[in-house]
């Protein structure tokens, strides 16, 4: 069964993609652009900034890996404090 999302949640989602998308942007131009003198990117800037969004992308997915555990841990405990947990069927 396919979940539909609405045009309201996907509207939101883009614009929270966007959001973070021009953060990270903004960071790592910030963090590794620094000669304006020349149209081209140097070397280092590119590894720079390469370097910056694989870090980011790491560590949102580990972010998210723990988010989950903790989800699954919390989900346990209320389980267990319920009394479903363990109990034969």
Do not use: W
Not at 9 to 14: A, T, W
Not at 24 to 29: K, M
Request: hydrophobic share 35%.
């Amino acid at each position: 069964m396919a979940v539909q999302v609405s045009e309201f949640d996907q509207i939101k989602q883009f614009k929270e993609f966007l959001g973070t998308y021009n953060k990270v942007t903004e960071n790592c131009f910030m963090d590794c652009v620094r000669d304006f003198t020349t149209r081209d990117v140097k070397p280092e800037e590119s590894s720079c900034s390469e370097s910056c969004l694989q870090k980011y992308l790491k560590m949102t997915q580990r972010i998210s890996m723990r988010f989950q555990e903790y989800h699954i841990q919390q989900n346990e405990a209320l389980a267990a404090k319920a009394g479903l947990l363990g109990q034969p069927r």
